[in-house]
């Protein structure tokens, strides 16, 4: 870490049950920062974000060392330029907007309708548990065609990947939970796989299969789907209901035709993003402003 770039020191406990208030001051005083405690330095200005994302010749997705290619395997979302670009375009055709809406969407509805009806004899219900929970886990259960894996297990294979991908303090037992789930998925994509099974010719599995891509980068990217594909709609569902039914005025504006769900959405992942750092490996010398940064260290 160069000496010139402001240091703040973060109690890694409370930044994690609630990072907005460090953030904010961050923001404020020293929008870009080493974190010592997150071995990592954090740029938490928007425009920052934004100019040094695309700079990819100096903030490289490409991290051999980082615990998402150690745990999952070598996938899209830690790849530049044209390897990236090539594996991104092999899973679109399942992933496309034009594919939600056409082979999907009509998926998804028969799904959530099911769960809802699940839910009218309860008297109580938890609503990212059994609500948020299912309908999301359906829906990838769909688009990944793994169709063998009940919406418990996917939910559980997903939050034991991201909490091993973001176990930078090392806990043992967390690697652990991290492995049984990656062997999980891969036994179920191989029997997804095997002659007879009834592999949907959309799904991402098929779809990256038909493209050629090598079966290590199929394993691995369907780990990131499942990954972030689970987690994040299941947190942004229910983080939606509860924003609308705390706040009743802008509910009743949806309700009433004045605003959208795609609003309501936007203004969601705006507010209490889903994914709150993506890290970047420094791939050569830069400076911008007081902050320099040296290779082989890390930004979020
Ligand atoms: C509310 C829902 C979601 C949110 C907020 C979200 C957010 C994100 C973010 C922030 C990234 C990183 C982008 C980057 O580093 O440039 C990402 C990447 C990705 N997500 Fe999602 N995601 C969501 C749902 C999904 C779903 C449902 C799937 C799959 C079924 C999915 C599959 C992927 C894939 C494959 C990538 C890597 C893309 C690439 O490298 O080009 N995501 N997502």
Redesign the pocket.
């Given at each position: 870490m160069p000496l010139d770039t402001p240091v703040v020191d973060i109690d890694l406990a409370a930044f994690t049950a609630d990072p907005y208030p460090v953030l904010a001051s961050m923001r404020k005083n020293t929008p870009v920062c080493f974190v010592p405690q997150l071995r990592a330095t954090l740029l938490t200005r928007h425009e920052d974000v934004v100019e040094c994302?695309k700079n990819v010749a100096v903030f490289s997705?490409e991290q051999p060392g980082g615990l998402m290619n150690v745990l999952m395997g070598e996938?899209?979302?830690r790849?530049d330029g044209a390897q990236?670009v090539i594996e991104?375009r092999q899973?679109m055709p399942a992933?496309s907007p034009r594919a939600v809406k056409q082979v999907w969407k009509q998926q998804f509805e028969y799904h959530t309708d099911k769960v809802i009806e699940s839910l009218r004899s309860k008297t109580r219900c938890d609503l990212v548990a059994d609500f948020a929970m299912p309908v999301?886990a359906h829906?990838?259960r769909c688009?990944?065609g793994l169709m063998n894996m009940t919406p418990h297990q996917l939910d559980t294979c997903s939050q034991n990947i991201i909490d091993g991908i973001s176990n930078y303090a090392g806990h043992q037992s967390i690697e652990d939970r991290c492995k049984e789930s990656t062997s999980f998925i891969d036994q179920c994509i191989d029997e997804m796989l095997a002659p007879g099974s009834d592999l949907s010719s959309e799904s991402?599995l098929q779809v990256l299969v038909a493209a050629g891509q090598p079966m290590t980068s199929i394993r691995s990217?369907i780990k990131?789907?499942i990954s972030?594909?689970?987690n994040?709609?299941r947190?942004?569902i229910a983080g939606c209901v509860w924003a609308l039914l705390n706040h009743p005025q802008q509910l009743a504006a949806v309700l009433q035709g004045g605003a959208s769900w795609r609003q309501v959405?936007e203004e969601y992942?705006r507010w209490i993003?889903?994914?709150g750092m993506?890290p970047r490996r420094i791939a050569k010398p830069y400076t911008s402003g007081d902050a320099s940064f040296t290779p082989e260290g890390r930004a979020f």
């Open positions: 994302e997705s996938n899209m979302m790849k990236h991104r899973a992933l999301s829906a990838l688009i990944t991402l990217n990131l789907a972030g594909g689970q994040e709609p947190d942004a959405f992942a993003s889903p994914i993506s």
